[in-house]
């Protein structure tokens, strides 16, 4: 058996490069985590942090893996990929939503339940009055 000793410290007790470091490994975690408490669960956007998060998971699982019969502490795995695909996937998601609300706002029956909503009134050719 072996016995490892790591010092632990507060974020703001590291250096300013550590710092950088640290925000850097979190930052994508966050936006994530903030999708799947903030959307439901039908929601694409959801789905999307969901894959995401698991694939980090599973990464980061594979390369403690790794760095046990390899022996090697400090290295992060490389996430640049799954970070820059669930990005891509992201905003993909976000233009479908887009895409799909412009077309119910410029749609009959958005118009009209705006019209409706707003009390317009109307020359009798249908001008705006």
């Known amino acids: 058996m072996r016995i490892k000793e790591v010092k632990l410290y507060k974020f703001n007790e590291l250096s300013d490069d550590a710092k950088d470091k640290a925000i850097k490994k979190l930052w994508d975690i966050t936006v994530a985590n903030k999708i ?22 599973e990464l980061r699982e594979h390369a403690n893996d790794d760095k046990d019969l390899l022996d090697e502490c400090d290295d992060e795995p490389d996430t640049t990929d799954i970070d820059s695909e669930f990005l891509k996937s992201l905003l993909e998601d976000y233009r479908i939503i887009l895409q799909k609300e412009y077309e119910y706002l410029t749609g009959k029956p958005a118009i009209i339940e705006m019209i409706e909503a707003n009390d317009y009134e109307f020359t009798e050719d249908g001008t705006l009055d």
Do not use: S, V
């Open 36 to 57: 799947i408490t903030d959307h439901g669960p039908d929601c694409d956007t959801f789905k999307t942090a969901k894959n995401y998060l698991t694939e980090l998971t």
